[in-house]
């Protein structure tokens, strides 16, 4: 009975398609089921089948979740922390990563000086000697020399620990066939078992999300927070040509899965889909 219904967890609910759309054909069995003397122990038998799936699904994900997370914590706040501070403090080393990092502190500071003398002009500050003034810049300047080294180190550190939790990631998918398996029949079970106006509202969310008009402004904002959190620096060409390229390359994806399985699974989703998005 095990083996039976591991075999059964593991088929993907798009891996065979046919002239006849899907939903006719489970129609269609299920009425031959329902009049099958052996059906009430098939049911049950489904079900056990379907318990142990989605319990043995969310365990292995809540595992693919839980274990990068805790490997990237601890290995930069205890092995990556003290090694990354101590080197860059002994060593004396410069304040920026990179360029993106000098212009928004250099354009910060003038920010700085030119709302000092703005506020002194309509009265919010009293009148100050350059002295003064040069004073107020220079604690802004190690204030700001600071925080931007703290930014570097955290960038280093962002950039090791996120590549340890990664390969901790790629070794429990490697590791995890038959988990794969019963994840992904899961999942699969989970997407084609919603209602047709269910499917169609989640399509067009993630396609309005991801490959929207508007969707150009959240992909920049991502990038830059993206390149910032490994301290790489943030290339405007390289951020324009990744928005004007893979939002494509995603909406493409998206069309050709309707077509290929969407439509073959499930073709009243399709014309649910096609009419609210009209």
Known sequence: MKNWGVKNVTQSAFEKTGP???????TFEKFKKELDPNSESEIIEEFRVSRYQT?????????????????????????????????????????????????????EL???????????LIGQLPPLSQESIDREIKNKAVELAQYYSQESINAIKNLLSDLLGF???????????????????????????????AKAFLI?????????????????????NGLRHFGLPENR???????????????TVFKYWIFRYLNQVSPSAVA?????NE
Do not use: C
């Not at 006849?20 to 489970?26: A, E, F």
């Not at 003038?110 to 002194?120: C, L």
């Not at 309005?208 to 991502?222: A, K």
């Not at 060409?237 to 909406?251: N, T």
């Open 272 to 276: 649910t889909y096609r009419n609210m």
């Open 20 to 26: 006849i759309p899907r939903s006719i054909t489970k």
């Open 237 to 251: 060409d390289f951020i324009f040509l990744f928005i004007a390229s893979f939002p494509v390359i995603l909406d």
């Open 204 to 224: 067009i969310l993630f396609t309005d999300i991801f490959v929207g008009f508007h969707s150009t402004h959240g992909w920049e904002v991502l990038l830059e």
């Open 167 to 197: 390969i901790s990631f790629s070794y429990l998918v490697l590791k995890g066939g038959r988990q794969v398996s019963v994840l992904k029949s899961f999942l699969n079970e989970l997407v084609y078992g919603l209602s047709d106006t």
């Open 55 to 107: 319990a043995a699904s969310i365990k292995y994900l809540l595992l693919l979740i839980v274990v990068p997370v805790i490997v990237n914590q601890i290995s930069k706040g205890v092995i990556f922390s003290p090694f990354i501070d101590y080197f860059w403090n002994e060593k004396r080393l410069d304040v920026f990563l990179n360029a993106s990092q000098e212009e928004r502190a250099f354009s």
């Open 110 to 120: 003038q920010r700085f000086e030119e709302k000092i003398h703005f506020e002194i």
